[in-house]
């Protein structure tokens, strides 16, 4: 189980078990996961935040490899659905400690006034 479908299903509480654990629901989770990941790494000049995006869209492509392949195993999707999720999260925290570290204002995300997203 992804972690996007996770905290969706806590947070609403009423997901029916057997919808949140379904693939179709799985996928329109992970992409919209995607998308918001895709939104702040366009307004971040952190590098950080397109290691998870590049790491949410291999899980999304997993998603389609397994629906295009006619005869997967359900353990072959299992495994490539969420093996995804552990680099994003050590990469977010590794990529939150160093910015801290580095005293870099979280407040301040947006492109740099030269046009670069990627801080020097």
């Known amino acids: 189980m992804s972690l996007a479908t996770v905290l969706i ?3 609403v509480g009423s997901v029916d078990l057997h919808l949140a654990t379904s693939p179709g629901f799985k996928v329109i989770l992970d992409g919209a996961l995607l998308v918001g990941f895709y939104v702040l790494m366009l307004n971040s000049r952190r590098y950080w935040t397109i290691w998870i995006t590049g ?5 999304v492509l997993a998603h389609t490899a397994t629906w295009l392949a006619a005869g997967y195993t359900p353990a072959i999707y299992r ?3 969420s093996v ?3 680099p994003i999260m050590l990469v977010m925290v ?6 801290r570290r580095a005293g ?4 301040q995300l947006g492109p740099t006034p030269g046009g670069s997203n990627v801080q020097p």
């Open 9 to 11: 299903g806590r947070a």
């Open 55 to 59: 790491f949410q869209m291999n899980g």
């Open 79 to 81: 495994g490539l659905e």
């Open 84 to 86: 995804w999720g552990i």
């Open 94 to 99: 590794l990529g939150a400690t160093l910015d």
């Open 104 to 107: 870099v204002d979280p407040h």
